[in-house]
């Protein structure tokens, strides 16, 4: 008997807790410092931008933390995300390899980023914030930030990086549409922003940039906070919902997977599906191979340095320990991106330090023949991001077709591209260039790394 194309839970699926993997991880990241006196930071640091419930939530070592059921009745609207068993891909690619994903982009946002945009909003709600400022890439975070403060009745400001704002107009719309005011970065509205300008008037952004303008506007307004879409702690908490439903669904179907993919720009959607299956890597009781894939022109994992950094550009952010390629290295503008970030998360960093997860890195124009692969097979479009999951998982795919092993691959499918659409118009023309970093331009970030004792 075939098995089901997609793999449905009920509600009452919904996770209740979310998995925290600093509960399991043999070392912990280096603590983060105050970006001032470089000393370890403490809760008075982070309390002018988060509310304290993130903040414990940031430093939790518990293994499991409840989800407030305020939270849980938003995500009734689109958990639990469908996982698809991808058999006309597979028979396009002739591999015995068993494929799933599991399709985010359900989301009323699009993507995964509301799983920790309604939480992070709800929190500032209880606090009594009134706005929340912050930064967006490809405006995925932006949209999903934009719709979780309507729902709770907050003002959103959002700064876009330049290059992103221009590529995906129908982003900045979107969350127009749902109240929040989008400003392009750098901007004048901030000092981080006038100072970049003023350097370099043609700059095109990058989240670095993006982060200190929301930190910036956040610190300097009472009634304000910040909300990340990736990196911290917290919000890698938030996503693991995805893994979490993944294991049930492939339950159903008496299957787990030998290899777990997801692109990785900061983290998130990469660590929401595989934490869960890394806690079973971590106890001893499974082998699963565990992968992050990032592009060639913002090769933070296989390029980067594993060091302390700060997390944006203005050095405003606290100084955390990851793999980074330089707080002011400013990626070239391809169109993924949400992946154009100089650092990654520390809890991912520290898995990778500690060889528990791999690194892959692929130009953009690859990543776009393998999206366009997975376009034609399974009818969906992936955004460019999630697109770089989609090639790790077909080259997979086509080792077990050479080598003959039946592998299951797992990867996340972490939002639609019916944004980008301008992107796959270049990609069909020809016109989309593979565009690799400046390794001169790397070592002189590289070079700017806080010294830290």
């Given at each position: 008997?075939?098995?089901?194309?997609?793999?449905?839970?009920?509600?009452?699926?919904?996770?209740?807790?979310?998995?925290?993997?600093?509960?399991?991880?043999?070392?912990?990241?280096?603590?983060?410092?105050?970006?001032?006196?470089?000393?370890?930071?403490?809760?008075?640091?982070?309390?002018?931008?988060?509310?304290?419930?993130?903040?414990?939530?940031?430093?939790?070592?518990?293994?499991?933390?409840?989800?407030?059921?305020?939270?849980?009745?938003?995500?009734?609207?689109?958990?639990?995300?469908?996982?698809?068993?991808?058999?006309?891909?597979?028979?396009?690619?002739?591999?015995?390899?068993?494929?799933?994903?599991?399709?985010?982009?359900?989301?009323?946002?699009?993507?995964?980023?509301?799983?920790?945009?309604?939480?992070?909003?709800?929190?500032?709600?209880?606090?009594?914030?009134?706005?929340?400022?912050?930064e967006t890439g490809a405006g995925q975070w932006g949209s999903a930030l934009s719709?979780?403060?309507?729902?709770?009745?907050?003002?959103?400001?959002?700064?876009?990086?330049?290059?992103?704002?221009?590529?995906?107009?129908?982003?900045?719309?979107?969350?127009?549409?749902?109240?929040?005011?989008?400003?392009?970065?750098?901007?004048?509205?901030?000092?981080?922003?006038?100072?970049?300008?003023?350097?370099?008037?043609?700059?095109?952004?990058?989240?670095?940039?993006?982060?200190?303008?929301?930190?910036?506007?956040?610190?300097?307004?009472?009634?304000?906070?910040?909300?990340?879409?990736?990196?911290?702690?917290?919000?890698?908490?938030?996503?693991?919902?995805?893994?979490?439903?993944?294991?049930?669904?492939?339950?159903?179907?008496?299957?787990?997977?030998?290899?777990?993919?997801?692109?990785?720009?900061?983290?998130?959607?990469?660590?929401?599906?595989?934490?869960?299956?890394?806690?079973?890597?971590?106890?001893?009781?499974?082998k699963t191979r565990v992968m992050a894939v990032e592009p060639s022109a913002c090769?933070?994992?296989?390029?980067?340095?594993?060091?302390?950094?700060?997390?944006?550009?203005?050095?405003?952010?606290?100084?955390?320990?990851?793999?980074?390629?330089?707080h002011d290295f400013v990626p070239p503008g391809i169109h993924a991106g949400g992946?154009?970030?100089?650092?990654?998360?520390?809890?991912?960093?520290?898995?990778?330090?500690?060889?528990?997860?791999?690194?892959?890195?692929?130009?953009?124009?690859?990543?776009?023949?393998?999206?366009?692969?997975?376009?034609?097979?399974?009818?969906?479009?992936?955004?460019?991001?999630?697109?770089?999951?989609?090639?790790?998982?077909?080259?997979?795919?086509?080792?077990?077709?050479?080598?003959?092993?039946?592998?299951?691959?797992?990867?996340?499918?972490?939002?639609?591209?019916?944004?980008?659409?301008?992107?796959?118009?270049?990609?069909?023309?020809?016109?989309?260039?593979?565009?690799?970093?400046?390794?001169?331009?790397?070592?002189?970030?590289?070079?700017?790394?806080?010294?830290?004792?």
């Amino acid at each position: 008997m075939k098995e089901p194309t997609k793999i449905l839970l009920e509600e009452k699926d919904i996770p209740t807790r979310w998995y925290n993997i600093q509960a399991d991880m043999p070392n912990l990241p280096k603590p983060p410092l105050n970006p001032a006196s470089k000393k370890p930071l403490g809760p008075e640091d982070l309390s002018p931008i988060f509310p304290m419930d993130l903040i414990k939530q940031e430093v939790s070592t518990e293994r499991w933390i409840d989800i407030p059921d305020e939270v849980r009745e938003i995500y009734h609207l689109w958990r639990p995300t469908p996982l698809y068993r991808a058999h006309r891909l597979e028979k396009a690619l002739d591999t015995p390899a068993k494929i799933y994903y599991k399709y985010e982009g359900v989301s009323p946002a699009g993507s995964h980023k509301l799983n920790t945009s309604v939480p992070q909003v709800y929190y500032n709600k209880k606090a009594g914030i009134k706005r929340i400022a912050t930064e967006t890439g490809a405006g995925q975070w932006g949209s999903a930030l934009s719709l979780a403060c309507r729902f709770f009745g907050l003002d959103c400001t959002v700064y876009m990086v330049k290059v992103s704002y221009h590529q995906k107009p129908y982003r900045r719309s979107f969350m127009e549409l749902f109240g929040a005011n989008v400003i392009p970065s750098p901007s004048e509205h901030t000092e981080a922003g006038r100072k970049i300008l003023a350097e370099n008037p043609d700059s095109l952004g990058s989240l670095g940039i993006a982060i200190s303008e929301a930190v910036e506007d956040a610190a300097t307004r009472e009634d304000t906070n910040y909300a990340l879409g990736s990196v911290l702690n917290h919000v890698l908490l938030h996503q693991t919902v995805i893994g979490l439903e993944a294991k049930k669904q492939l339950e159903k179907v008496d299957s787990y997977p030998d290899v777990v993919i997801g692109c990785c720009g900061g983290g998130s959607n990469f660590a929401g599906l595989s934490f869960p299956f890394l806690q079973d890597v971590l106890s001893g009781g499974r082998k699963t191979r565990v992968m992050a894939v990032e592009p060639s022109a913002c090769p933070t994992l296989t390029r980067g340095k594993f060091a302390y950094d700060y997390g944006d550009t203005a050095k405003l952010t606290p100084i955390s320990m990851m793999y980074t390629l330089g707080h002011d290295f400013v990626p070239p503008g391809i169109h993924a991106g949400g992946l154009r970030y100089h650092g990654d998360a520390p809890l991912v960093s520290q898995l990778y330090h500690d060889g528990f997860i791999e690194a892959r890195a692929y130009p953009q124009r690859a990543v776009f023949e393998a999206a366009v692969t997975f376009a034609r097979s399974e009818g969906i479009v992936p955004a460019p991001e999630a697109a770089h999951a989609v090639k790790a998982a077909l080259d997979e795919a086509v080792a077990c077709r050479e080598s003959g092993e039946a592998k299951t691959i797992l990867f996340c499918l972490s939002g639609h591209g019916f944004f980008d659409l301008a992107a796959y118009d270049a990609y069909l023309a020809g016109e989309l260039e593979d565009i690799e970093y400046s390794p001169e331009l790397l070592e002189q970030s590289l070079a700017k790394l806080p010294q830290v004792e």
